[in-house]
């Protein structure tokens, strides 16, 4: 049996250009299944989101936030 593991990851969301954006781009990643915590910075013009690899992927949740307007990439942490 194959156990539930909370990931977190880091996207890159170069497109947010407004103060509003972040409210739109966390509704959109709360909305994935899995989405446990989603935190959204206009400053960084990031999201770290936390998530249930067994309910969602990287993949889905950039498809969550390119959906609403907002293409995202995944930041690669420094792993060797």
Known sequence: MYWAKPQTIT???PTMNCAMCPITVKKALKRVDGV??????????QAV????????SAEKLIEAT??????STLVETGKP
Do not use: I, R
């Open 66 to 71: 390119t959906n609403a307007g907002y293409s």
């Open 11 to 13: 996207l890159d969301l």
């Open 36 to 45: 446990a915590k989603a935190e959204v910075s206009y400053e960084h013009k």
């Open 49 to 56: 989101v936390t998530f249930e690899d067994t309910q969602t």
